[in-house]
């Protein structure tokens, strides 16, 4: 088999390739998750400070995003080539 030359990927497509994704995704989940759940009936729920139903929102997107966001970048790292381990021959 011919041994393989990886070359590296430039660091601003390793970033887009984490954001971008994890944006689209946490805007889809937004919708849907504030489709069913009230941001103001959330926050009296959790005893947390009034927020404006803008500011749940805002606070709740960037929140998804963080965690679809590290999803990706899970996904990134682990798909990383890896050195090829010669086994010994016996």
């Known amino acids: 088999m011919p041994d393989k030359t990886y070359t590296e990927v430039p660091r601003i497509q390793t970033i887009i390739a984490v ?11 937004t919708i849907i998750f504030f489709t069913v759940f009230d941001p103001a009936e959330i926050f009296a729920c959790m005893g947390g400070p009034e927020i ?7 606070l709740g ?17 682990f798909n990383k080539p890896c050195p090829r381990i010669e086994k010994p021959r016996t």
């Open 19 to 29: 954001l971008w994704p994890s944006f689209l995704s946490a805007g889809i989940a």
């Open 61 to 77: 997107f960037f929140m998804i995003w963080l965690l679809t966001a590290s999803s990706c970048l899970l996904a990134l790292y």
């Open 52 to 58: 404006s139903r803008i500011g749940a929102y805002t």
